[in-house]
């Protein structure tokens, strides 16, 4: 390439997603440096000065920053999930305003979680309808961080599915079925409890845990890793992209035709239809909580669409047998 190279910067990158990333900006010519809490990081959290003198002169910004949801929704963990999307946005949003020459492109990771549990209508960008509750919550503070005044940078937060690949979501819905329970999942009464409580500083929704009568079908919204990354190379060579983008697959499907799907991946004929009762304990020993399965996810990517994104995965059959034989050669 002529001329100097152009610059990014990633935070949080330890993760599958980061770590893919930064390998395909440096593929496509990009100098990357790293804002993390290890030795080997160009700047670490806290450091102000470093932050600002980072992200000053660089051509994008990707903050994928955040403690992994996959886990039980324990106080500390409640307070680490959201502080850990909060903080660090915040932290980027001063070294930003205070450059002399602030990125052009600053990507903020999200979540399709945000939308309310829908299962009679998609959710786009342009008239999804938020949620409440905790993991609504983390997602509005989070998205408010990262959009709140005026800044030269056009800002995009990536609102993710859940994303196939090597990371601990997949292999824990693998490992479902694996273990014999590949059937439906059905929502149905439990005790309530408060680990879905809102959070932040207006909170919402109720104070105790409800359900719905899914009967398997609530909706499952997901993206394969190739597509996040090929979605965030899409979003950089569209300057007129702009505001909050649905990663998602164009084709979601119900809990019943997950499971299915997770059946055929993991060559397992038969799976047992789950239960909220018998969903509790599994997933307690799996230390994930049963929204995953249980809440209805159903976002599209209206925008990716619009503009004319075409997706390697579009079929969720075809994008868990790839990741399913990735994690099968990975475990050689």
């Not at 930064?22 to 080997?40: D, M």
């Not at 994303?163 to 059905?186: N, S």
């Not at 020993?285 to 209206?302: C, D, F, I, N, T």
Request: glycine letters at 12%; a positive charge; aromatic letters at 8%.
């Amino acid at each position: 390439m002529g001329g100097a190279a152009r610059r990014a910067v990633v935070a949080g990158a330890s993760g599958f997603i980061g770590v893919r990333l930064i390998a395909q900006l440096r593929e496509g010519g990009y100098e990357v440096a790293v804002i993390g809490r290890g030795e080997k990081s160009d700047a670490q959290w806290g450091d102000g000065p470093g932050l600002e003198a980072l992200v000053d002169g660089a051509d994008l910004l990707v903050n994928l920053a955040g403690k992994n949801v996959g886990c039980r929704y324990h106080d500390a963990a409640r307070n680490e999930i959201l502080a850990s999307r909060v903080d660090t946005t915040r932290a980027l949003h001063e070294a930003v305003s205070r450059a002399t020459n602030p990125p052009q492109l600053w990507l903020n990771a999200s979540t399709a979680t945000i939308y309310r549990h829908s299962m009679d209508a998609p959710n786009t960008e342009a008239d999804g309808r938020i949620g409440e509750g905790f993991s609504v919550d983390v997602a509005r503070n989070w998205e408010r961080e990262f959009f709140r005044g005026q800044l030269p940078t056009r800002r995009v937060a990536l609102r993710m599915a859940i994303v196939l690949g090597e990371g601990p979501a997949t292999r824990k819905l693998l490992a479902i079925a694996r273990l014999g329970f590949g059937g439906a999942q059905h929502d149905g009464w439990w005790p309530a409890h408060r680990r879905y409580r809102g959070i932040g500083d207006d909170p919402s929704g109720s104070e105790r845990s409800g359900w719905h009568r899914t009967r398997g079908n609530q909706r499952f919204s997901w993206i394969h890793v190739d597509d996040a990354l090929g979605a965030i190379r899409h979003i950089i060579e569209h300057p007129e992209i702009t505001g909050p983008v649905n990663l998602s697959s164009p084709n979601p499907v119900a809990n019943r035709e997950l499971m299915s799907s997770l059946r055929r991946a993991t060559g397992r004929k038969f799976g047992l239809p789950a239960y909220r009762w018998m969903l509790e304990p599994a997933m307690f020993v799996l230390r994930v909580e049963p929204e995953m399965l249980l809440k209805s996810r159903w976002a599209l990517p209206g925008v990716l669409q619009d503009t004319g994104y075409h997706f390697r995965w579009p079929h969720l059959d075809a994008a868990l047998e790839d990741v399913a034989h990735n994690l099968a050669g990975e475990q050689l």
